[in-house]
């Protein structure tokens, strides 16, 4: 007698399940940041933060996949800058400089989610370095999952957002020449993490020959650039932070932090998984750097 197996979801249904997943997570996040109002309003949010990812954490954990989380990283800043925007807002913060960095994060943010979710094939689908951790920490997986997957970058982001709280809701500054340059330096991390995106998008679109190496538009200049446009984007708005307020300068720690973990670990993990998977990857590296571009190289 054949058993029965349970229904497929096509990409479409899965995202569903993924949407009503942050749905509920916002939820508990918003009941966990009313629980805790009485503290302040960054110790807030990140109580709030923590209690979304745990939302999230579970829903992986049932579906089997911890892909679940992929999206957090560019959905939670879109609700904290909405927090520190019309939560915590005081009479001295730059209404221009507010609708500026709101305009930049929700258009980083979508942008990015969207770039997620086109390329997510379903609830079978999960990311390659989730799938290698699962297979080595093998019966502890949920316990990488839930610290090395999950509570570690929403803190990095956490950190990261930091920046938007003197930016949206305490900085007094007048507009300056700081928030000039963190204009140019955030929209153009937008646009390069754009651009690199849709390059590699058109690039797999051809079906390149199995091993073949991505070396055009932007990618004949770093090998990561779709990362350098991440970390810049976050030393964007710490220009923000600073420009609202000298005093902000703490809020630093944020883009470090992000940058050390892009350098020392995102990096050298794609650059390992592609040096095993595609000839003379060796010797892009070589001529390559990983984000800094160089415009003259030798080949």
Same mark, same amino acid.
């Given at each position: 007698m054949k058993t029965s197996q349970p229904p497929a979801h096509t990409p479409g249904k899965a995202l569903s399940i993924v949407a009503a997943a942050y749905v509920l997570a916002l939820l508990a996040a918003t009941g966990t940041g009313y629980l805790y109002r009485g503290l302040h309003p960054v110790f807030m949010i990140l109580s709030a933060d923590i209690a979304g990812t745990l939302v999230i954490y579970i829903f992986g954990r049932i579906f089997h996949n911890a892909s679940f989380y992929d999206p957090y990283w560019s959905i939670a800043p879109l609700f904290m800058a909405l927090f520190w925007l019309y939560g915590f807002s005081s009479w001295a913060a730059v209404t221009l400089r507010q609708i500026i960095v709101a305009v930049l994060v929700f258009a980083w943010g979508?942008?990015?989610t !969207?770039? /997620?979710?086109?390329?997510?094939q379903g609830l079978k689908d999960e990311d390659w370095r989730y799938r290698d951790l699962r297979t080595k920490s093998k019966g502890w997986f949920w316990l990488v999952d839930l610290v090395g997957i999950e509570l570690m970058p929403t803190i990095m982001v956490f950190l990261g957002c930091l920046s938007l709280y003197p930016a949206l809701a305490a900085g007094g500054n007048r507009f300056n020449i700081l928030?000039?340059?963190?204009?140019?330096?955030?929209?153009?991390?937008i646009l390069i993490e754009?651009?690199?995106d849709e390059q590699l998008r058109d690039f797999l679109k051809k079906k390149p020959v199995p091993g073949e190496i991505m070396a055009e538009g932007l990618?004949?200049?770093?090998?990561?650039?779709?990362?350098?446009?991440?970390?810049? !984007?976050? /030393?964007?708005?710490f220009f923000f932070a600073i420009a609202s307020?000298?005093?902000y300068w703490w809020t630093i720690i944020g883009p470090?932090?992000?940058t050390a973990l892009f350098t020392f670990i995102s990096v050298p993990m794609m650059d390992k998984r592609n040096a095993t998977r595609r000839p003379g990857y060796d010797e892009?590296?070589?001529?390559?750097?990983?984000?800094i571009p160089r415009f003259s190289r030798t080949r």
């Amino acid at each position: 007698m054949k058993t029965s197996q349970p229904p497929a979801h096509t990409p479409g249904k899965a995202l569903s399940i993924v949407a009503a997943a942050y749905v509920l997570a916002l939820l508990a996040a918003t009941g966990t940041g009313y629980l805790y109002r009485g503290l302040h309003p960054v110790f807030m949010i990140l109580s709030a933060d923590i209690a979304g990812t745990l939302v999230i954490y579970i829903f992986g954990r049932i579906f089997h996949n911890a892909s679940f989380y992929d999206p957090y990283w560019s959905i939670a800043p879109l609700f904290m800058a909405l927090f520190w925007l019309y939560g915590f807002s005081s009479w001295a913060a730059v209404t221009l400089r507010q609708i500026i960095v709101a305009v930049l994060v929700f258009a980083w943010g979508l942008r990015l989610t !969207f770039n /997620w979710a086109r390329r997510w094939q379903g609830l079978k689908d999960e990311d390659w370095r989730y799938r290698d951790l699962r297979t080595k920490s093998k019966g502890w997986f949920w316990l990488v999952d839930l610290v090395g997957i999950e509570l570690m970058p929403t803190i990095m982001v956490f950190l990261g957002c930091l920046s938007l709280y003197p930016a949206l809701a305490a900085g007094g500054n007048r507009f300056n020449i700081l928030d000039i340059a963190a204009i140019i330096i955030t929209a153009g991390a937008i646009l390069i993490e754009a651009t690199a995106d849709e390059q590699l998008r058109d690039f797999l679109k051809k079906k390149p020959v199995p091993g073949e190496i991505m070396a055009e538009g932007l990618w004949a200049y770093a090998r990561h650039p779709n990362y350098l446009g991440e970390v810049t !984007f976050w /030393w964007g708005l710490f220009f923000f932070a600073i420009a609202s307020g000298i005093s902000y300068w703490w809020t630093i720690i944020g883009p470090v932090f992000i940058t050390a973990l892009f350098t020392f670990i995102s990096v050298p993990m794609m650059d390992k998984r592609n040096a095993t998977r595609r000839p003379g990857y060796d010797e892009y590296t070589k001529n390559t750097p990983a984000l800094i571009p160089r415009f003259s190289r030798t080949r």
